[in-house]
Nanobody, 125 residues
Framework: AQVLVESGGGSVQTGGSLRLSCAAS?????????MGWFRQAPGKEREGVAC???????SYADSVKGRFTISKDNAKNTLYLQMNSLKPEDTAMYYC??????????????????WGQGTQVTVSS
């Protein structure tokens, strides 16, 4: 099976940091994947947070730019999201997603076929 498993979520205070991980398994040509992080808070739409193309090019939502960093370790088949200077509005369930082909933009959730189960991030003030 082709599986994505997120980890690293938790509860932190405003200004704190977390690093999320997304382990990919069962994928052929995994280095060719586009991968992204998305989040959804209760009562809100899912939004793209960050994504990384197969050539390493990254994109970020304006709300996290300068605070979050997406990266991947192809040898470990793992995607990361380093989150610094966390704010209460970052509180959400965070999901990892993967796809071989992006047609419009990698921050669009409709582009992705493969999704993880999510990991909760809670930021308190």
């Amino acid at each position: 099976a082709q599986v994505l498993v997120e980890s690293g979520g938790g509860s932190v205070q405003t200004g704190g940091s977390l690093r999320l991980s997304c382990a990919a398994s069962g994928y052929t040509y995994s280095s060719y994947l586009y991968m992204g992080w998305f989040r959804q808070a209760p009562g809100k739409e899912r939004e793209g947070v960050a994504c990384i193309a197969r050539d390493g090019t990254t994109s970020y939502a304006d709300s996290v730019k300068g605070r979050f960093t997406i990266s991947k370790d192809n040898a470990k088949n793992t995607l990361y999201l380093q989150m610094n200077s966390l704010k209460p509005e970052d509180t959400a369930m965070y999901y990892c997603a993967a796809e071989y082909t992006i047609w419009v933009g990698c921050l669009r959730d409709t582009e992705y076929k493969y999704w993880g189960q999510g990991t909760q991030v809670t930021v308190s003030s």
